[in-house]
């Protein structure tokens, strides 16, 4: 073999081994390419899952929310209740305060009226002295009836324990049965509560 001969036989060698390269070369950059390629599809398949924990933990918070909500507002409802129902106490104590502030002073005055009522009933002479009493009598009564004080209806009405304390019975053909056929002493009302009872006889 010749010097040119081998060259040439160098030169094939040299040429079929860069070619070797060149295909390893560019099975590594395919690899690397497919690599890629599968991360990529991964990342995108992970994708939905994340949005789709992320979308749930939402709801949960959501929910937990509307339930704080739901039970505030009940608590709200309950305390507005309970200040309205405090405050229609508050009002009825007030106005029972005014109403029967003065009850202890009323019903002491009874006893002075049962004795004008006693001192009216006897005759006198003087009538000059009668009329100024029963215009004084009128005067204290006009007084009291300002103040809320009611008498009880009790003659020839219908027995009533609420307002009646009979002490007596009677058969008088008068009236009838459970009927009130005397009053012995005269009830009250002030304001509609009864301060004392009318003491009355009852027919049988």
């Known amino acids: 073999m010749n010097n040119e001969e081998l060259k040439e036989e160098l030169n094939r060698e040299g040429s079929a081994a860069e070619e070797k390269e060149a295909e390893s070369a560019g099975t590594g950059d395919g690899d690397r390419t497919g690599e890629f390629k599968e991360a990529a599809e991964a990342e995108k398949t992970a994708e939905p899952e994340e949005t789709g924990k992320s979308g749930g ?23 507005m209740a309970d200040f309205q129902n405090y405050k229609r ?33 006897v005759e006198t002479a ?9 215009l004084i009598f009128k005067q204290l009564t006009d007084v009291l009836e300002k103040a809320g004080l009611e008498e009880i209806k009790a003659h020839g009405e ?9 002490v007596m019975t009677e058969d008088n053909p008068e ?15 002030l304001n509609k509560k009864v301060i004392r009872p009318s003491m009355v006889k009852v027919n049988n």
């Open 57 to 79: 933990a939402e709801s949960v918070a959501a929910a937990e929310t509307t339930e704080e909500d739901e039970a505030l507002n009940t608590k709200y409802m309950r305390l």
């Open 89 to 121: 106490r508050v009002e009825k104590e007030k106005s029972d305060i005014y109403a029967f502030a003065n009850e202890k002073l009323v019903s002491e005055q009874l006893a002075v009226i049962d004795n004008f009522e006693r001192a009216l009933m």
């Open 126 to 134: 003087d009538t000059g002295f009668a009329e100024g009493m029963k």
């Open 158 to 166: 219908d027995f009533d324990p609420n307002f009646h304390n009979a």
């Open 175 to 189: 009236f009838e049965s459970g009927k009130v056929t005397e009053v012995l002493q005269k009830g009250y009302m």
